[in-house]
């Protein structure tokens, strides 16, 4: 803030209270990065991106590196964000899991192209072979047919 504003000391030290009360981590501002664990580690990072009021955040791999109930609670945060701040959210995942909570529409690329968009329920109960295979993580069908595993190692 203090880079890409006008805000004084003060302003800026209230701005990130409010941002990390958003979060829910309050009075956490003197805290060093060792003593967060790694859902506090997400959830300073989204205070971080909202601390100049965005109109769009683009999540990468949000609940990556979290054990299921911390990942549960960051969709549950990003959701809570979208509706009180307003922010549209983009989320690049490979965790269906957190897609179909979060999302409103969900894209595939597959080979650098669309292959599907759609609504959470419509991506769901798709018949495109790809699709399925990536949603249900099976290990055989059309991603995987044509590739050497002996020879990845």
Request: aromatic share 4%; glycine share 8%.
């Amino acid at each position: 803030m203090l880079e890409h504003t006008n805000a004084t000391r003060m302003e800026v030290a209230k701005r990130v209270k409010e941002c990390l009360a958003l979060v829910g981590l309050k009075d956490i501002e003197y805290k060093k990065p060792a003593e967060l664990s790694g859902g506090m580690k997400k959830r300073v990072g989204l205070a971080r991106a909202i601390l100049l009021r965005p109109q769009i955040i683009l999540y990468d791999e949000p609940t990556t590196g979290l054990d299921p109930i911390m990942g549960d609670s960051i969709n549950d945060l990003i959701i809570e964000l979208h509706t009180k701040l307003n922010i549209t959210s983009i989320a690049v995942t490979h965790d269906m899991t957190s897609a179909y909570k979060i999302a409103d529409r969900i894209t595939m690329l597959y080979n650098g192209k669309i292959i599907v968009d759609g609504k959470p329920d419509q991506i769901k109960n798709t018949a495109d072979p790809i699709v399925k295979q990536f949603i249900t993580g099976a290990g055989t069908g059309p991603i995987t047919e044509g590739i050497d595993f002996d020879h990845l190692i």
